[in-house]
């Protein structure tokens, strides 16, 4: 979605509603507070049979979610694409093949990451080590959350 917008070049609009933006930031710290209390009281419990997908969806729904509430990436996408965009050239032709270069690159060096995340799961198996990762994992979101905090808009 954030890459639609930053092809269309929307940036410059929603540059405009900073202000919004504020309040984005100050849902963005309630939720990673929420999310971190929440994680660091989880008890460990395994995942009940069945219920992958519905938790696939659920977290695809809410990762789906950050992401596009992320305005660095908007930022970041006005700052990169057009580096690469040639002005003797139609840009119709352009903006599709950088879309779809990036989107490969990311797919590539997420499938990565969740490989590699799915591997490190075996190691938090037993209730001790899970109940390690959900105060880790809470901590990290309440000092993302308090990060957020004290970030101010330039």
């Given at each position: 979605?954030q890459l639609?917008?930053?092809?269309?070049?929307?940036?410059?609009?929603?540059?405009?509603?900073?202000?919004?933006?504020?309040?984005?930031?100050?849902?963005?710290?309630?939720?990673?507070?929420?999310?971190?209390?929440?994680q660091?009281?989880?008890?460990?419990?395994?995942?009940?049979?069945?219920?992958?997908k519905?938790?696939?969806?659920?977290l695809?729904?809410?990762?789906?979610?950050?992401?596009t509430?992320?305005p660095?990436?908007?930022?970041?996408?006005?700052?990169?694409?057009?580096?690469?965009?040639?002005?003797?050239?139609?840009?119709?032709?352009q903006?599709?093949?950088?879309?779809?270069?990036?989107?490969?690159i990311?797919?590539?060096?997420?499938?990565?990451?969740?490989?590699?995340?799915?591997?490190?799961?075996?190691?938090?198996?037993?209730?001790g080590?899970?109940?390690l990762?959900?105060?880790?994992?809470?901590?990290?979101l309440?000092?993302?959350?308090?990060?957020?905090?004290?970030?101010?808009?330039?």
């Open positions: 979605m639609a917008v930053a092809l269309i070049g929307m940036t410059s609009f929603l540059l405009l509603m900073a202000d919004w933006f504020e309040w984005l930031r100050w849902a963005g710290v309630a939720y990673l507070l929420y999310l971190g209390v929440q660091w009281r989880a008890e460990p419990e395994a995942v009940p049979a069945g219920t992958g519905a938790r696939g969806r659920a695809f729904l809410q990762s789906l979610m950050v992401t509430a992320n660095k990436t908007l930022i970041f996408f006005a700052a990169f694409f057009p580096q690469f965009i040639d002005p003797a050239t139609a840009l119709a032709v903006l599709p093949l950088l879309a779809a270069s990036f989107l490969v990311t797919y590539v060096f997420t499938a990565f990451w969740a490989v590699l995340a799915g591997r490190a799961a075996r190691l938090f198996r037993t209730p080590r899970i109940r990762r959900n105060r880790l994992t809470g901590g990290l309440v000092g993302a959350g308090l990060g957020l905090s004290l970030a101010r808009r330039v």
